[in-house]
């Protein structure tokens, strides 16, 4: 059990330009979750996935942001065009439907500077 | 709709001082309760949890909370702080298997 990871650590872009985060879950969790961390706050929940269906999405993810888990695995967060306002730490986590139902293991996070 | 007051932003103890982080909840039946701890540029690390059963739960690194329906709340004690307890703290909850809803946080602060 190598826990959550996440790519990259950090991520500087300038505004207008797409980036995308991947999250490697841990490997018998079926569940995965995207929070956004901005300074000074608890994290925000954006969306989650069981397997590959996403199956929840807050009203924080706005058009410009797109999550996908292609085969159960790891997952991608995208953010086109990205705007100064999307700086903020962006904090994966996965979970197991099996045991510790609640339960949710946290990535270090991507840490995005919009410039 | 369900949320999570923490209200010290910021607290400072001495080493070997006891500590006591407030939480309070609001939601609508019994709720699922975390602490989780975060230092500086790293992930969260989940301290102890509260699903039901005995209202005194015991977590990680010393820490216990205290499940109270009456005053909804979930506070965190330790009884005697080391500097290596400097974090920010995070009280959560969730009604269901999906998002947990977190508070703002609290900065503890160690003084030797």
């Known amino acids: 059990d190598t826990g959550v990871s996440q790519n990259p650590r950090h991520k500087i872009t300038k505004r207008g330009q797409n980036v995308t985060f991947r999250c490697d879950p841990i490997s018998e969790h079926n569940r995965l979750y995207w929070y956004r961390q901005t300074l000074g706050q608890g994290p925000e929940f954006l969306t989650y996935f069981q397997n590959e269906a996403q199956l929840e999405k807050s009203r924080l993810l706005s058009d410009r942001f797109s999550a996908e888990r292609p085969k159960g695995s790891f997952s991608t967060l995208e953010i086109q065009r990205t705007e100064q306002g999307d700086s903020a730490m962006y904090l994966c986590?996965?979970?197991?439907?099996?045991?510790?139902?609640?339960?949710?293991?946290f990535g270090p996070g991507t840490r995005l500077t919009v410039t | 709709a369900q949320s999570v007051t923490q209200p010290d932003i910021h607290i400072t103890v001495s080493e070997g001082a006891s500590l006591e982080l407030r939480c309070n909840y609001s939601y609508g039946a019994t709720p699922y309760l975390f602490w989780y701890v975060q230092s500086p540029g790293q992930g969260l690390q989940l301290l102890l949890k509260y699903f039901s059963g005995d209202t005194l739960v015991q977590g990680i690194k010393g820490f216990e909370a205290e499940f109270k329906r009456s005053q909804s709340s979930f506070n965190l004690r330790k009884p005697s702080v080391h500097w290596s307890d400097a974090a920010e703290y995070f009280c959560a909850l969730t009604g269901t298997a999906s998002k947990l809803t977190f508070g703002t946080g609290t900065r503890l602060q160690v003084t030797l």
């Open positions: 986590a996965s979970s197991t439907q099996t045991d510790s139902l609640y339960e949710q293991y």
